[in-house]
C-alpha cells in the first residue's frame, strides 16, 4: 500500500495555503469542519491584516469575526486565533513550537491541529487524524476496529516507517478526498483495492447475492 501511495502521490502535501509555521497554524484552526477550499478563500484578505502573530494577538475577537464569518463556527474560531496569538506572543515570543504537547497548549489547537503543525512545518512523524484518515484508515483495514481518532493514530504510527509517517497523513487524506469518498467509494478507480478490507467484503457480497440468484431462477426453471 505505501508503494502504491509512494508512486500515486510521490509529493502529497496539504491543500491549505500558506506561507509559514503562523499561517498553518491560523489555517488548519480554521480548517475543522469546514473546506479547504472555504478557508483559502478567506486567508488572503485575513494574513494581510494581521501577518503576524503580534497583529492578531492586538485583534478584537469582532474584528477577526468579519474577516472568517463565512467559515464554519465563526464566532468560536475568532475567539480561539485571537487568545492563540496571545498566547503565541506571551508564552513563545511568537514562535509556533515544535512540541505537540506545547502546541496542545494554544487555545484552539487539539491534538489533530499539532500534529499537523509538527508534521508540515517541522517534518516530524507526527500523525493527524482527521475524519478522512480515521474513515480510510478503517475502511481499508490499515486498522482494525478503531474507536476513535487516537487509537488510530496509534495503530498507523506503529506500522509506517517513521520516515514515511508525516507523508502518509496527506496520502490518507487525499485518497479519502478524492477516491474513497464517504457516502460513495470510487472503487472501480482506486489503485488498492485488491488490498481494501471494504472491497473484498464488497466483492464477496455481490458474488453471493449473484449465486443466491441464480440459484433461485434455476430452482424455477
Not at 501511495?5 to 500558506?18: G, K
Not at 497548549?105 to 512523524?125: E, H, M, Q, W, Y
Amino acid at each position: 500500500m505505501i508503494a502504491y501511495f509512494e508512486e500515486a502521490r510521490p509529493t502529497a502535501q496539504t491543500e491549505l495555503n500558506y506561507g509559514n509555521a503562523y499561517q498553518l497554524l491560523v489555517a488548519v484552526i480554521l480548517s475543522a469542519q469546514c473546506t479547504d477550499k472555504r478557508v483559502n478563500f478567506t486567508t488572503p484578505a485575513l494574513f494581510a491584516a494581521y501577518p503576524t502573530p503580534q497583529a492578531m494577538a492586538e485583534a478584537t475577537d469582532e474584528e477577526i469575526f468579519a474577516y472568517i464569518r463565512s467559515i464554519s463556527y465563526p464566532n468560536n474560531k475568532s475567539k480561539h486565533l485571537v487568545r492563540m496569538a496571545k498566547k503565541l506572543v506571551e508564552d513563545f515570543g511568537g514562535e509556533v513550537p515544535s512540541d505537540i504537547d506545547e502546541l496542545q497548549t494554544l487555545p484552539g489547537v487539539g491534538r489533530k491541529t499539532a500534529n499537523v503543525i509538527a508534521s508540515v512545518v517541522f517534518n516530524l512523524p507526527a500523525l493527524a487524524v482527521d475524519t478522512h484518515v480515521f474513515r480510510v484508515a478503517n475502511r481499508i483495514g490499515l486498522t482494525k476496529n478503531s474507536k476513535n481518532p487516537l487509537q488510530t493514530e496509534r495503530e498507523l504510527v506503529k506500522h509506517i516507517p517513521e520516515e514515511k509517517i508525516p507523508i502518509a497523513h496527506h496520502w490518507l487524506i487525499l485518497h479519502g478526498r478524492y477516491v474513497c469518498q464517504a457516502r460513495k467509494p470510487h472503487c472501480k478507480e482506486c489503485g488498492i483495492a485488491d488490498l481494501c478490507d471494504f472491497f473484498k467484503s464488497q466483492t464477496r457480497a455481490q458474488a453471493k447475492e449473484t449465486t443466491s440468484k441464480t440459484t433461485k431462477k434455476t430452482k424455477k426453471t
